[in-house]
């Protein structure tokens, strides 16, 4: 998997799939995905760029209950947001 962490706060705020393609630019982070040999935007994030985010390939270990920002990760470890709160409940 594809993790997309904000930087400054350590929030995992993205995981996607290995063979998503995610642009991060000065201005925004793009996720695509390639179809047919042609690029298909899917997303584009506007609040997160390439200054603030770190993207981290081939994550194996994203715990099952992940959703944004329920968590944070360092690149290796996930540690439960103790400000999380589940709006579902």
């Known amino acids: 998997m594809r993790v997309i962490v904000e930087t400054s706060s350590g929030l995992a705020k993205y995981v996607l799939n290995d063979d998503i393609n995610i642009s991060a630019t000065a201005t925004e982070i793009t996720v695509s ?24 390939d081939n994550v194996t270990n994203v715990p099952a209950d992940y959703t944004g920002n329920k968590y944070t990760f360092d690149g290796t470890a996930w540690t439960l947001n103790p400000n999380w709160v589940d709006l579902n409940a």
């Open 33 to 56: 995905e390639t179809v047919d040999n042609e690029d298909i935007v899917r997303f584009v994030v506007a609040d997160l760029n390439s200054a603030t985010v770190t993207i981290t």
